[in-house]
């Protein structure tokens, strides 16, 4: 549904982005992360048509943005960056400007806004001018915008930047319910919110996509990947670091002492070892007095400053 | 037409959502009574026509038809919604037309809530209607060419004040490109072909022709095709910053 190749931006001397491609298929919720600055918003303005790229081409469909943009846009929703929208109106002309720019008229018009806001929730702020309203209604302005054309192609900016709870799980809800019939694009510097409606991550820095797999397989790339925690009384802890650091399948044990007197001991396992079993086997045979035991998936923040911290950062780092 | 009909309305009735219009609207009136009266002295003068009434027209549009067409395109910039705007299945040209003619449309309204002076000089004397007609349509082209300008320069900043002065400037030289103030600047150094080529840009020269009644065609060439070329190029301004 989307087809990205070679897609290239200068500003100047700087490259925002260099080189991406990408392709998106119909089902598909594919998560942007990045630092900031990285391109993502730049590569999301180009897919929408909204910048022009120096080199590469984009398709939406089928369509070239650049020489069908037309045919393009009309395949796509999009949601900007903090969801601009005219202030001056209220939520209904505003949707009713663009079901109309979207060539909806008359009775088909009503309807289309009528469904959009329903899903969005936005009945009881539909008078309101655009600038009165909360944060989070704005938003939902934006996405009800971006979706009232029902688009096989959603592209959004952030989503759910400056939303309480809620809101974030509203939107994300009504993400995971779109996404079977559509291709979608969602850049955030959230990353609980990948692995929540992601079916797929793609990590960019510096312009270049660093990272591309399912958020499974970014997990997978987390030292704490697979790695247990025990949370046991400090009198236990050597001996349990001793009999947990024998373990075949343990590489390696970690402690952090705790102010209530208990010691947390984390054991990471050699590449791909399962560990809870041993590590739950050894506790109960040991006889520990264990309060907590768990095992992770693994930190896609971890990952995440892994794959996107620059190696000058990284030199500054280890001197210091 | 059928897109630009979307974008017409909506920039149209943005100015009634706001004050703006409402101010705009009572300045202009108000300046243009001031400026017919008092400097004017239009009952002073004895003959029933409008002639000093529209005299002050260039001048007037000068700073408000600036302050008009200022945020045409910079405010979409500042605001985030030219993102918007330009990501809509909307042709480039049509999103550039729709919002000038709903700043001409605009213009026309204040224009026309001048109707109180036409009134005015029927009930003093017998004025020549003809003449009067003729002059409107040449004011309201007039306020056109302004705001095309206006527009084009709107589209190349995100600084409203910036683009209403660079606008004041350029609007002001094509005012008066027929006056030794700019013509000198050519004489002698330029050939005269070009010379006649800058005088003919004058506003004050084409608009001044139509108040005498007579509506030649090329005073509606020259009017526009200003408006033509301006908004092709407000087109090319919003392209290139596209292109970064």
Not at chain 1, 54 to 76: K, L, M, N, P
Not at chain 1, 115 to 137: H, N
């Amino acid at each position: 549904m989307i087809e990205i190749s070679g897609l290239t931006k200068h500003f100047g001397a700087i490259a925002a982005v260099s080189g991406i491609d990408l392709k998106v298929g119909r089902g598909e919720v594919l998560g942007f992360l990045g630092p900031n600055g990285a391109g993502k918003s730049t590569t999301m303005k180009m897919i929408t048509g909204f910048l022009a790229p120096s080199a590469g081409r984009v398709w939406v469909c089928g369509h070239d943005v650049e020489t069908d943009s037309i045919a393009a846009q009309q395949q796509i929703g999009y949601l900007p960056e903090g969801a601009p929208a005219y202030g001056d109106m209220t939520p209904r002309q505003f949707l009713g400007f663009i079901a109309e720019v979207r060539g909806y008229r008359g009775e088909a018009a009503k309807q289309a806004v009528a469904k959009a806001v329903a899903r969005t929730e936005l009945d009881p702020v539909l008078e309101q001018t655009i600038d009165t309203l909360s944060k989070g209604f704005k938003r939902r302005v934006g996405l009800a915008q971006a979706i009232l054309h029902d688009p096989p192609v959603l592209i959004m900016d952030e989503p759910t930047d400056g939303l309480d709870p809620n809101q974030k799980h509203a939107v994300r809800s009504l993400i995971r319910a779109m996404a079977p019939q559509k291709a979608i694009i969602v850049s955030t510097h959230l990353l609980e919110e990948v692995e929540a409606i992601c079916t797929r991550a793609v990590i960019i820095d510096r312009g270049r996509v660093v990272a591309d797999g399912t958020p499974a397989e970014l997990l997978a790339r987390s030292r704490h990947h697979n790695a247990v925690t025990l949370t046991l009384p400090a009198a236990q802890a050597e001996s349990a670091k001793a009999k947990l650091k024998a373990l075949s399948t343990v590489a390696n044990v970690e402690q952090i002492g705790r102010s209530d007197g208990m010691v947390e001991l984390t054991a990471f396992p050699k590449s791909g070892a399962l560990l809870i079993e041993d590590a739950s086997r050894l506790a109960v045979n040991e006889k520990w007095d264990v309060k907590e035991l768990y095992a992770e998936a693994g930190r896609l923040d971890e990952v995440f400053r892994a794959i996107t911290t620059h190696d000058t950062t990284r030199a500054r780092e280890s001197r210091a | 037409m059928n897109q630009v009909w979307p974008i017409f309305k909506r920039e149209f009735a943005a100015y009634f959502a706001t004050p703006l219009a409402y101010v705009f609207i009572v300045i202009f009136l108000f300046a243009m009574g001031a400026f017919t009266f008092y400097i004017g002295h239009f009952f002073d003068n004895g003959v029933a026509d409008l002639s000093v009434f529209f005299a002050y027209h260039p001048w007037l549009y000068l700073f408000l038809v600036p302050a008009l067409s200022m945020r045409l395109w910079a405010e979409e910039r500042s605001s985030g919604t030219m993102e918007l705007l330009l990501t809509l299945p909307i042709p480039l040209w049509a999103t550039v037309v729709g919002k000038y003619l709903a700043a001409w449309a605009f213009t026309g309204v204040a224009l026309a809530l001048t109707f109180p002076i036409w009134l005015t000089v029927n009930y003093l004397g017998s004025p020549d209607n003809g003449v009067i007609l003729a002059s409107y349509i040449g004011s309201f082209l007039m306020a056109g060419g302004y705001l095309a300008i206006g527009s084009a320069i709107s589209a190349t900043t995100s600084n409203q004040v910036i683009a209403f002065v660079v606008s004041v400037v350029v609007c002001f030289l094509f005012t008066i490109s027929g006056a030794p103030l700019v013509l000198d600047f050519f004489h002698g150094w330029a050939p005269q072909a070009l010379v006649d080529a800058v005088a003919s840009f004058s506003f004050l020269t084409h608009f001044s022709a139509i108040t005498q009644g007579v509506i030649d065609l090329r005073d509606l060439v020259f009017f526009f095709s200003l408006i033509a070329l301006f908004l092709t190029a407000n087109i090319v301004a919003v392209d290139l910053k596209r292109v970064g």
